[in-house]
């Protein structure tokens, strides 16, 4: 280990919350992303630092996202001033080394994946006063379409639907949402989220360099404010928030001919000289091709998201995309539109069935979007089967490339691999268009990476445009279908493919085949495929050897998500130990695995430490629920559902009862169990949502957040008495 100088705590924290005190109460202080783009390829180090304001030790967790492409190959955390890199182990093994080290007085840290692109960090019996810093390293390709490249970092996760009835006992998070029948685990993807108009509470800085590889950038832009310091390198400006997407977005320069598509081939020994590599195979179709021939018809189902949560610029935008789609429809198409909230609704003259795309037809979808305002929960999972089921049922000539499902959604749903079933292994291609500053980007790039459609991202309205011309050329216009590879001069190993299913290849869009192979490096790689107008393609390109580690780790990536693609449609224990497997022969985080690091010197002496949750901000642009006029975002999950579905989950409590219960606590002995407090805290919580003028909220919410960290309660249950005496009467 290497011992780091100790980072000097500041003396004065920001508010978290809604608590106050001279130091702040909560720990995640700084946050500084380092990305550097080489390629198509992007690796990026994240480091967390999280700080103490405490005069007890605390165990502090922290909710976050991260690229769900990218894979986590490194944890080094610095703990009490030493630096200790972390272990890749199976997932409960990791856990329970975690949790011995702490109950020895240990300081540890642990890395988990709960959901592609939802993490969890927890730094444990961090001293009063004392820093510690988490450093992520991971690596992921760039997406790249029609001569531009997108780079997003995802800063916040966004509150989502959570349906079913809740478990009984004590949940498997430290989230704020009750685990559920249907989302067993809705406690580890749901942090507490602050109040409205608190300061910044996370020191925020994010720098990306970029490496073309000798073509000129053209036309850099950032979602967030940023500035070009130096030729290829772009910084964030200070002040910006932890609450939307960062997208940075640049042009390269295309040198691909417009007759035919262009193709890459790199291998990566394990070794020097060794026998055994990983491969990654790139063809990139000229962005002006148009398929080889004429279109064929479509049959296309438009799945509109008008829920809750698409309030604002959102719905505008959904109902701006779906129109778009129903308009570009033509003679012979059949397509059929759905709008879903917890009901779902079709157009009067239409129905839930396929009908042809004629002109009346057309209009009157149209018309039933343009009527479409967002409200309700997310019941996401039955309009999708629905829809997928009318295109598998319906009549004619329609090959399977040629059935499109589009869902134009934020995707803030927690019953993620529910929605995934409803699609897989039906023979029809899902387009995702994910419209959202804080979108669900895993589990939308999971839908269409698993039925061969594409995935678009609209932080904005003046990003849609350009989104939907990509959707429609690769929906209507794949320039080859069927890509297969074969290896010269070595064995390919049977089951790595990635993907595993033939891909089919857009205009303008790099479409990648990596796997593994044994035997001796490649030589070369012979690909195969058709044209949609049924014409045979062929290609042998020369495979040129590199000693890139991210080779690896990418097609690693793809390959641990397919096969927990497979496993979300279909559990099995066998499937489970194949998925460690892979993640620990290669080095890269699943949902069967995790980093812990531990510190074995000087136990802290402390072997109950403080649990914390750090809140996250309210997502940029969200319509929030409101009470009185006032914005509330109090607990996420409650904050996605229609009220009548938090109502049945949970019943209206009495404050009366639970200020007299958080009394008897302040007179007893001992403090009441952390399961205790956060089932009141709670209850507070749907108080404060339910409460009927901005200040009785707000001293509700600021009660719940107290009662969660035991601090400040009997100062925050007077206010609750002194401001609102009609709870008495």
Same mark, same amino acid.
């Given at each position: 280990m290497t011992v780091v100088p100790p980072i000097t705590l500041p003396t004065e924290l920001p508010p978290f919350g809604g608590l106050s005190s001279a130091r702040g109460l909560l720990p995640l202080t700084a946050m500084d992303v380092r990305a550097e783009i080489v390629g198509l390829l992007a690796t990026t180090r994240v480091r967390q630092t999280f700080a103490n304001p405490f005069d007890e030790h605390v165990a502090a967790t922290y909710i976050f996202p991260l690229p769900d492409r990218a894979g986590v190959t490194s944890l080094v955390a610095v703990l009490g001033g030493r630096r200790v890199e972390g272990i890749l182990k199976e997932r409960q093994a990791a856990r329970d080394e975690y949790d011995a080290a702490i109950a020895a007085g240990q300081r540890a840290a642990l890395l988990e994946e709960d959901r592609p692109g939802v993490f969890s960090a927890k730094v444990g019996n961090l001293g009063p006063r004392e820093t510690a810093e988490v450093e992520i390293v991971l690596t992921g390709p760039v997406p790249f379409d029609g001569g531009e490249a997108a780079f997003r970092f995802p800063l916040v996760v966004?509150?989502?639907?959570?349906?079913?009835?809740?478990?009984?006992?004590?949940?498997?998070?430290?989230?704020?949402?009750?685990?559920?029948?249907?989302?067993?685990?809705?406690?580890?993807?749901?942090?507490?989220?602050?109040?409205?108009?608190?300061?910044?509470?996370?020191?925020?800085?994010?720098e990306v360099t970029i490496d073309p590889l000798g073509r000129p950038l053209t036309n850099l832009r950032s979602t967030l404010h940023a500035a070009l310091v130096a030729p290829g390198r772009v910084a964030l400006r200070p002040g910006e928030r932890l609450d939307r997407d960062f997208v940075l977005r640049f042009g390269v320069a295309d040198n691909v001919a417009d007759a035919e598509p262009a193709t890459t081939a790199v291998v990566a020994a394990d070794e020097p000289g060794g026998e055994g590599g990983t491969f990654a195979v790139t063809v990139v179709p000229p962005s002006g091709g148009d398929g080889g021939g004429a279109r064929r018809p479509l049959h296309v189902a438009v799945v509109l998201d008008r829920s809750g949560s698409m309030g604002g610029w959102k719905m505008v935008a959904a109902r701006r995309a779906a129109a778009r789609i129903v308009d570009s429809l033509g003679a012979g198409d059949h397509f059929l539109v759905i709008g879903f909230d917890d009901q779902i609704e079709h157009p009067a003259r239409l129905g839930g069935a396929l009908a042809p795309a004629t002109d009346q037809n057309r209009f009157a979808a149209v018309e039933f979007l343009a009527g479409l305002e967002a409200r309700g929960g997310t019941e996401m999972h039955q309009p999708v089967a629905q829809a997928a089921a009318a295109l598998a049922a319906a009549p004619g000539d329609v090959g399977v490339g040629d059935t499109v499902l589009v869902l134009v959604t934020d995707g803030q749903v927690a019953q993620e691999d529910l929605v995934l079933r409803s699609v897989g292994g039906g023979g029809v291609r899902v387009f995702t268009v994910g419209i959202d500053q804080a979108v669900n980007a895993g589990m939308l790039n999971r839908l269409a990476d698993m039925t061969g459609g594409r995935c678009e991202l609209v932080e904005s309205e003046d990003a849609l445009d350009e989104a939907m011309t990509r959707i429609h050329r690769a929906a209507s216009t794949p320039v080859l279908q069927d890509v297969a590879v074969t290896v010269d001069g070595a064995a390919l190993v049977a089951g790595t493919l990635a993907?595993?299913?033939?891909?089919?290849?857009?205009?303008?869009a790099p479409c990648v085949i990596s796997g593994r192979y044994r035997g001796g490096r490649p030589s070369a790689f012979t690909l195969t495929g058709r044209r949609p107008a049924g014409s045979a393609w062929s290609h042998t390109v020369t495979a040129v050897a590199v000693e890139n580690r991210a080779v690896r780790t990418v097609w690693a990536r793809a390959h641990v998500r397919a096969l927990e693609d497979r496993y979300a449609a279909a559990p099995r224990s066998e499937l489970a130990g194949e998925i460690t497997a892979a993640s620990l022969a290669h080095g890269v985080?699943?949902? &069967?695995?995790? &980093?812990?690091?531990?510190?074995?010197?000087?136990?802290?002496?402390?072997?109950?430490?403080?649990?914390?949750?750090?809140?996250v901000e309210p997502p940029r642009g969200w319509a929030m629920a409101t009470a009185g006029g006032a914005p509330q975002l109090l607990a996420a999950p409650m904050a996605a559902m229609p009220m009548n579905m938090a109502r049945r989950i949970r019943p209206k409590p009495d404050v009366k009862a639970l200020l007299e219960r958080i009394s008897e606590w302040l007179r007893a002995a001992d403090p009441p169990t952390p399961e205790d407090r956060e089932e009141v805290a709670r209850d507070l919580d749907q108080l404060a949502a339910d409460a009927d003028d901005p200040t009785t909220s707000a001293a509700l919410g600021e009660l719940a957040a107290a009662v969660r960290a035991w601090v400040d309660v009997e100062e925050k249950v007077k206010a609750v008495k002194g401001g609102r005496r009609r709870f008495w009467r």
């Open positions: 966004a509150p989502r639907y959570v349906p079913g009835q809740p478990l009984e006992g004590v949940s498997v998070g430290d989230g704020t949402a009750v685990d559920t029948d249907l989302v067993p685990d809705a406690s580890r993807i749901s942090p507490p989220v602050l109040l409205p108009g608190q300061p910044n509470p996370v020191a925020l800085s994010l993907p595993a299913r033939r891909p089919d290849c857009y205009a303008g985080l699943s949902r &069967f695995t995790a &980093f812990v690091a531990v510190d074995p010197s000087d136990p802290t002496g402390s072997t109950s430490p403080r649990p914390v949750v750090q809140p």
